[in-house]
Nanobody
């Protein structure tokens, strides 16, 4: 059974930074591209960033490009999301997922597993 466990969220002031982590168990982590998605209140879950199996390719949504960095440590079965220069529009629950391919057009419906509990990021202005 695949399990995704996100952590690292919290309350931060606008302009601040957070680093999210997602530990994956129950699958061979290095075999799959990974992605971060987020869901704000009353909105659909949206793509944030994705990374290839080796970590050599990354793509970001336009709204986070230049501020967020996705990375992975295959030895630790963990994918990270470093978030800098946060603003109120980044407030959301953040989820990680294994995806079939590391492209910016990936949709939340293409996630390969059941979603974890997510981690809440709240940015105060």
């Amino acid at each position: 059974q695949v399990r995704l466990e996100e952590s690292g969220g919290g309350l931060v002031q606008a302009g601040g930074s957070l680093r999210l982590s997602c530990v994956v168990s129950g699958r061979t982590f290095s075999n799959y591209p990974m992605a971060w998605f987020r869901q704000a209140a009353a909105k659909e879950r949206e793509f944030v960033a994705t990374i290839s199996r080796s970590g050599g390719l990354t793509y970001y949504s336009d709204s986070v490009q230049g501020r967020f960095t996705i990375s992975r440590d295959n030895a630790k079965n963990t994918v990270y999301l470093q978030m800098n220069r946060l603003n109120s529009e980044d407030t959301a629950v953040y989820y990680c997922a294994a995806v079939p391919r590391p492209v910016s057009s990936i949709r939340a419906t293409e996630a390969l597993d059941a979603w974890g509990q997510g981690t809440l990021v709240t940015v105060s202005s």
